[in-house]
């Protein structure tokens, strides 16, 4: 007689689905850009003798993340010469996507901001447009190409491939850089140079991967159809025609009805939803700008950075996705969000017991650890989430415009972190990025109710 697996074992059974196991990749290619143009990005800057309130401010590149829904309507439904009738509709943009990134990545490996920050920052620009992009077509990719209980499984080997990325762009560009350097004592560029240029070929790994995979096969469901056909007869019913019509009603389908979709289904919920989602990540966020000046001020060095935070935390980080798609599957997405949140806020005051303890390479292990494991758990049912939420007739520009929303406030107030801790010391910071989760554990349980409430 077989005996039927655990509940537990078999929740885990899900991350042998192919699909499921293609995020991997897909994850890398996503998470790779981001370090480059925010942390590692930082650390660079500051050895290159650029000030804090600078590298604060220069975070607000990451608000390229925080507007990309105003193009996604055009990834949604704007088909692209040549590439999209060859690969498909999110295959195409994604490919598109990637390639720039190389090329800005590879501009960057060129460009010494101690010379010429400006030029650096345009190219980190374009990196942040370019990685945003890839973004939209990735997150409609991943909710079009599975059913919902499976999402909160890609969700997690997103992360996963996100977090080896994160290894490979910041432990990876600081061993580089570090191997490679001659005079570690004083600021040079030529290790960045060769440790960014390796970062641009690593692209191939997203490209390769979008040539690999499948493009999902998804239609409009027939009250999408039946909403968009009666705004097109509104159009013709007040005489518009040919060519103008054509363009208003590409408009109506790719532009307003993601968003009249959203508030048709949710009504005032809508309103709770969005402050949810524009808070649940703040501690993190803005704790994370000045976690490398932080760790630069402290005097630990590249390579201990680079073991620690960047390999301690970014397993801590991959354990807890993995844990946190178990949990998602197994307890619910709502109490996994809250437990995540609960996890992300506290574990910023092991910071400020790290702040005064000095340089502790052990305290570091412990501190960054525990903080990544909770941000693993809060991405994996935050993306699972948001996953929910999104009708896949519009996909890509919902999506866009919750991870959007998600990023606008905390990356705002985040450029305001360098000014903040040369007032007021990185203990105050640190405490501050805590006690700013508070408000988000407010929010989970009233989204928690009103789901429950829809339910009965």
Known sequence: MTTAPHPWLAAFKIYTNPRVIGMLFLGFSAGLPLLLILGTLSFWLREAGIDRATIGHLSWVGLAYGFKWVWAPLVDRLSLPLLTRWLGRRRAWLLLSQCVIAAAL??????????????????????????????????????????????????????????????????????????????PSSYDFAPWRIAYLVMAASMIVGILTTFTIREPEVSLTSATREQEARARAALIRRGYSGRLLGVLAWIYGAVLSPF????????????????????????????????????????YTKDEVATVSKVYGVIMTIAGAGLGGVLTARIGVMRTLFLGAVLSAATNLLFVWLAGLGHDVSALIFTVSADNLSAGIASSAFVAYLSGLTNTAYSATQYALFSSVMLLLPKFIAGFSGDFVDAYGYANFFTATALIGVPVLVLVWLAGRARLSDKL
């Open 106 to 183: 590879f501009g960057m490996a060129n460009t010494d901001p101690a010379l010429h920050l400006q030029h650096t920052v345009w190219l980190a620009l374009a990196v942040a447009f370019a990685s945003a992009t890839q973004d939209i077509a990735l997150d409609a990719y991943r909710i079009e190409a599975v059913s919902q209980e499976k999402q909160g499984a890609m969700a997690a080997t997103y992360q996963a491939g996100y977090r080896l990325a994160m290894i490979t762009a910041g432990a990876g560009v600081l061993w580089i850089a570090s191997a490679v350097d001659t005079t």
């Open 260 to 299: 009249l979709d959203f508030v048709r289904r949710f009504g005032w919920q809508a309103l709770l939803i969005l402050a949810l989602i524009a808070i649940y990540r703040i501690s993190d966020v803005v704790m994370g700008v000045m976690s490398n000046p932080f760790y630069v001020d402290m005097g």
